[in-house]
T-cell receptor
Framework: NAGVTQTPKFRILKIGQSMTLQCTQDMNHNYMYWYRQDPGMGLKLIYYSVGAGITDKGEVPNGYNVSRSTTEDFPLRLELAAPSQTSVYFC??????????????FGNGTRLTVT | GDSVTQMEGPVTLSEEAFLTINCTYTATGYPSLFWYVQYPGEGLQLLLKATKADDKGSNKGFEATYRKETTSFHLEKGSVQVSDSAVYFCALSDPNFGNEKLTFGTGTRLTIIP
């Protein structure tokens, strides 16, 4: 059972380039999330999705876009990379919504550097 | 808004030592509280949780008690092992929030020396 799989593990981008961070889960979870983790900071929610076709903004959505065409996949798109987007990105999923205190299942993260 | 304050790291202990990692929180409602652990090279995973005041969460020898009077959820373990070396995150989930946000602390890196 793979759980939550993120690709790539590492990436270096030049300012202004674009890329998509991939996330897929095989647990049939409806709820999926993208977080970023900056050095010395807690995780911040970028976007989340409560099911296929439904997405919503989190705390720090600027500069990012998401889509959710299937239950399994929740890609995160950076259109014009900026140095402020240098971070470690985590995708997560859960079976139930947050209000049921359902645990989050995290991927191993993508370390992105924008120079 | 909601916030979580964790003990500054890094923390280095010898094997079999007693561990405490402090966590205090600020929330408008009655949050649920969590400890997540991140082992090297892996994503975060839930370690334990408590959903109401005076609840004690426990797992793998770790414990934390939800103290509403002191707004705290300190993580403890009586005898740590090298395999406990990881980064530990305290987090809260406030039911008054209108979205799926968990509020995380900054994380505390723990290193256990044999």
């Amino acid at each position: 059972n793979a759980g939550v799989t993120q690709t790539p593990k590492f990436r270096i981008l030049k300012i202004g380039q674009s890329m998509t961070l991939q996330c897929t889960q095989d647990m049939n979870h409806n709820y999926m999330y993208w977080y970023r983790q900056d050095p010395g900071m807690g995780l911040k929610l970028i976007y989340y999705s409560v099911g296929a076709g439904i997405t919503d903004k989190g705390e720090v959505p600027n500069g990012y876009n998401v889509s959710r065409s299937t239950t399994e996949d929740f890609p995160l798109r950076l259109e014009l990379a900026a140095p402020s987007q240098t971070s470690v990105y985590f995708c997560a999923s859960s079976y139930l919504p947050r209000t049921y205190n359902s645990p989050l299942h995290f991927g191993n993260g993508t370390r992105l550097t924008v120079t | 808004g909601d916030s979580v304050t964790q003990m500054e790291g890094p923390v280095t202990l010898s094997e079999e030592a007693f561990l405490t990692i402090n966590c205090t929180y600020t929330a408008t409602g009655y949050p649920s509280l969590f400890w997540y652990v991140q082992y090297p090279g892996e994503g975060l995973q839930l370690l334990l949780k408590a959903t109401k005041a005076d609840d004690k969460g426990s797992n793998k020898g770790f414990e934390a008690t939800y103290r509403k009077e002191t707004t705290s959820f300190h993580l403890e373990k009586g005898s740590v092992q090298v395999s406990d070396s990881a980064v530990y995150f305290c987090a809260l989930s406030d039911p008054n929030f209108g979205n799926e946000k968990l509020t995380f602390g900054t994380g505390t890196r723990l290193t256990i020396i044999p």
